[in-house]
């Protein structure tokens, strides 16, 4: 059986979740705790932090923002820029960066800043789509290692001392407590909870001809470089209240674009635009944990009062976990066509990397699927579901 949050849905196979004994877990804790904050305390904190940290002359930039485009990126520019600073933001080009996604990075840059777009090789990018799928089941993790590293290059290449990154993960995503505490991230962040797998860059050296000059971008800054510059990263979802679904709406209003229908596998249109393979990345989850990217969202939005429990596990019964045949309407034959990978060898290795006890297998120990290939999870609510606890009382503030 798999065990639920009793106030959220998710599960305990997610990793760094803990679920405590009254049956909530520490990303419902955490959020509860934002109640306490005092948000104007930490705003003026902000205020000191870019005061202290920004270019006192104008000579270089305020502030250096990782951006994609998306909700969460166009919203910390809006705020950076309203509060009357300047930053440089920053792009690492996502895996296999769809339409939608390119119209809104050129929306990012017509908010009116200067803007460096880091491409890395295609060839080996896509080779390192292939080994990390087959080995530690991401395709995606290319992405999240650029995602950290291209920013913090730049940063220590042009002497920018403070990165603003949006929401720590870590905090309502749920997370060991220590590094919910943080507000910061470095190396050891990236590391612990960066969600690397275990795998390092330097693995990929000798794999399919890669070499050490191939990985430029893939690597860390050392320490004394951060050291001698003086680059220090916060999170911006510390100083303000985070809420994805509401940074959507914010950045709607400046020109951010939404897909025209749900997302494939989420319940809604306003995020992961711009990756086509983050379908794939998304059911991997699935398989190996037992929740999706629906779940995710569906969480989201029962702590914040827009969705009821017994409503949410319905919409991801539906949703969560289906065979990612298209993702943003591109079949997935195309993306793995990239890779270089069969649908067949596709079908192998998520069956290698599929967590059996999660889901319905027959007699002889074989995964039941559907004619879609979908699977069947064991359970979808705790065996005592017929107790929910009472829903919360309504805290739009926090
Ligand atoms: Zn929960």
Same mark, same amino acid.
């Given at each position: 059986m $798999?065990?639920?949050?009793?106030r959220?849905?998710?599960?305990?196979?997610?990793? @760094?979740?803990? /679920?405590?004994?009254?049956?909530?877990c520490?990303?419902c804790?955490?959020?509860?705790?934002r109640?306490?904050?005092?948000?104007a305390?930490r705003?003026?904190?902000l205020?000191?932090?870019?005061?202290r940290? !920004?270019?006192?002359?104008?000579?270089?930039?305020?502030? =250096? /923002?990782?951006? #994609?485009g998306?909700?969460d990126?166009?919203?910390?520019?809006?705020r950076?820029?309203?509060?009357?600073?300047n930053?440089?933001c920053v792009?690492?080009?996502t895996?296999? %960066? #769809?339409?939608? *996604?390119?119209?809104?990075i050129e929306?990012?840059k017509?908010?009116?800043?200067d803007?460096?777009e880091?491409?890395?090789?295609?060839?080996?990018?896509?080779?390192?789509n292939?080994?990390?799928l087959?080995e530690?089941g991401d395709?995606?993790?290319?992405?999240?290692?650029t995602?950290?590293?291209?920013?913090?290059? /730049?940063?220590v290449?042009m *002497?920018?001392?403070?990165?603003?990154w &949006?929401?720590?993960p870590?905090?309502?995503?749920?997370?060991?407590?220590?590094?919910?505490?943080?507000?910061?991230?470095?190396?050891r962040?990236?590391e612990?909870f960066? !969600? %690397?797998?275990?795998?390092?860059? #330097?693995?990929? $050296? &000798?794999?399919d !001809?890669?070499?050490?000059?191939? =990985? $430029?971008q893939?690597?860390y800054?050392?320490?004394e470089?951060?050291?001698?510059?003086g680059?220090?990263?916060i999170?911006l979802?510390?100083y303000?209240p985070w809420? &994805?679904?509401?940074?959507?709406?914010y950045?709607?209003a400046h020109?951010?674009?939404?897909?025209h229908?749900?997302?494939?596998?989420?319940l809604?249109n306003?995020?992961?635009?711009?990756?086509?393979?983050t379908g794939?990345?998304?059911?991997?989850?699935?398989?190996?944990?037992g929740f999706?990217?629906?779940?995710?969202?569906?969480?989201?939005?029962?702590?914040r009062?827009?969705l009821?429990?017994?409503?949410a /596990?319905? +919409?991801?019964?539906?949703? @969560?976990?289906?065979?990612?045949?298209?993702? +943003? &309407?591109?079949?997935?034959?195309?993306?793995l @066509?990239? $890779?270089d990978?069969? =649908?067949?060898?596709f079908?192998r290795?998520?069956d290698?990397?599929?967590?059996?006890?999660?889901? %319905?297998?027959d007699?002889?120990?074989?995964?039941i699927?559907d004619?879609?290939g979908?699977?069947?999870?064991v359970?979808?609510d705790?065996?005592?579901?017929?107790d929910?606890?009472?829903?919360?009382?309504?805290?739009?503030?926090g």
């Amino acid at each position: 059986m $798999i065990k639920y949050c009793r106030r959220c849905v998710m599960p305990e196979t997610k990793p @760094d979740l803990y /679920i405590d004994g009254a049956g909530i877990c520490s990303a419902c804790t955490s959020f509860q705790a934002r109640q306490n904050v005092d948000w104007a305390q930490r705003r003026a904190e902000l205020g000191e932090l870019l005061d202290r940290y !920004g270019s006192r002359d104008g000579s270089n930039y305020d502030c =250096l /923002i990782p951006v #994609s485009g998306g909700k969460d990126s166009t919203y910390q520019v809006l705020r950076i820029l309203e509060l009357g600073r300047n930053p440089l933001c920053v792009t690492a080009t996502t895996d296999k %960066l #769809s339409a939608i *996604g390119r119209r809104n990075i050129e929306n990012l840059k017509n908010l009116g800043v200067d803007y460096i777009e880091v491409t890395t090789n295609p060839v080996v990018r896509r080779r390192i789509n292939r080994f990390a799928l087959t080995e530690v089941g991401d395709i995606s993790w290319p992405e999240h290692v650029t995602i950290f590293t291209v920013p913090v290059r /730049i940063a220590v290449q042009m *002497g920018i001392r403070l990165i603003v990154w &949006g929401e720590n993960p870590q905090h309502e995503y749920g997370g060991p407590a220590a590094a919910a505490e943080g507000n910061s991230l470095d190396r050891r962040w990236l590391e612990e909870f960066g !969600g %690397l797998l275990g795998l390092r860059v #330097s693995d990929l $050296i &000798g794999q399919d !001809g890669t070499e050490s000059r191939h =990985l $430029i971008q893939y690597t860390y800054p050392l320490d004394e470089e951060l050291r001698r510059v003086g680059v220090t990263g916060i999170f911006l979802g510390y100083y303000m209240p985070w809420d &994805g679904y509401g940074n959507a709406l914010y950045s709607q209003a400046h020109g951010f674009e939404t897909y025209h229908k749900p997302v494939e596998g989420s319940l809604v249109n306003y995020e992961n635009l711009d990756n086509v393979q983050t379908g794939i990345h998304d059911y991997f989850k699935f398989l190996k944990y037992g929740f999706g990217r629906a779940t995710d969202l569906a969480c989201l939005h029962i702590r914040r009062e827009r969705l009821r429990r017994d409503e949410a /596990i319905r +919409l991801i019964r539906r949703h @969560d976990g289906s065979f990612p045949w298209r993702y +943003l &309407g591109t079949p997935i034959e195309e993306v793995l @066509d990239e $890779i270089d990978m069969s =649908l067949d060898e596709f079908v192998r290795v998520c069956d290698r990397f599929t967590n059996k006890k999660l889901f %319905l297998c027959d007699a002889r120990g074989e995964l039941i699927k559907d004619r879609h290939g979908n699977l069947t999870k064991v359970n979808y609510d705790n065996a005592d579901s017929e107790d929910p606890l009472p829903a919360s009382e309504p805290s739009w503030a926090g």
